[in-house]
Structures are given as structure tokens and as C-alpha cells.
């Protein structure tokens, strides 16, 4: 189980770099790239803050927040910190939450995509 949510994560990154390239090459700006990377990173960030105030028996971060980041475009972010820092790794509850953030994301992401590329001069 735990191989095909790796795998599951991987791919699902790896379609989503993608897409955003695609995108980026189609409206022929960096904006979506430098985007991602910046809320990626602090995602990253907020979740690496609350694996250390766990540690450390401080106040946590709600759980809602790191959420929002994700859903704002930091999922990637948070997926990496799933995997790296191995943390919110075996909360089913916030697994499910995750998720469902991402899909929610994604769907946003394609409806944005589809009219950019619509409205730019490119192939489409």
C-alpha cells in the first residue's frame, strides 16, 4: 500500500510539472513556474515549522492552514514534506484532506489552463 501511494504521489507530480510547462510554453511566460515554486517552497516551510514545534512541544500549526496552502497551489510543496520530513505521513484523516485539496487544485488548475491557452495566439 504504502508503494502505491509513492507511486501515486510521483506520478501525479510528475503529470502536474508537466502540465504547468505545457502551460508555461503555451502562453509563453514563466508566471505558472515561478508560481509553484514559490508556494511549493514556503508550503514546505510551514510544514517543516510544525514537524519542529511538534518536537519541540510548542504551538502546532493548524491543520486547516497547511491545508490552504496546498490547495493554493503549495501541494507539491506539501507532498515533498510528506515524503522527506515524513510528516502529517500517517494521519489517515489529513491524508484524505490532502488529497482532496489537490484534486480541488487541479481541477481549478485545468479550468485556468484551458482559458489561457483559449485566449493566448498559440497552437490552440
Do not use: N
Amino acid at each position: 500500500m504504502k508503494f502505491i501511494l509513492q507511486l501515486g504521489k510521483g506520478v501525479c507530480s510528475l503529470l502536474f510539472v508537466c502540465a504547468v510547462a505545457l502551460l508555461c510554453w503555451q502562453v509563453q511566460t514563466l508566471w505558472p513556474s515561478v508560481f509553484y515554486l514559490c508556494m511549493s517552497t514556503i508550503t514546505f516551510m510551514w510544514f517543516w515549522h510544525d514537524k519542529r514545534a511538534a518536537q519541540r512541544q510548542r504551538p502546532r500549526t493548524p491543520e486547516r492552514d497547511l491545508l490552504i496552502w496546498s490547495l493554493f497551489g503549495g501541494w507539491l510543496g506539501a507532498l515533498a514534506a510528506q515524503t522527506w520530513l515524513r510528516h502529517k505521513s500517517q494521519k489517515r484523516a489529513f491524508i484524505i484532506k490532502l488529497w482532496v485539496t489537490i484534486l480541488v487544485h487541479c481541477w481549478m488548475f485545468i479550468i485556468v489552463a484551458v482559458q489561457l491557452i483559449l485566449s493566448s495566439d498559440g497552437l490552440w
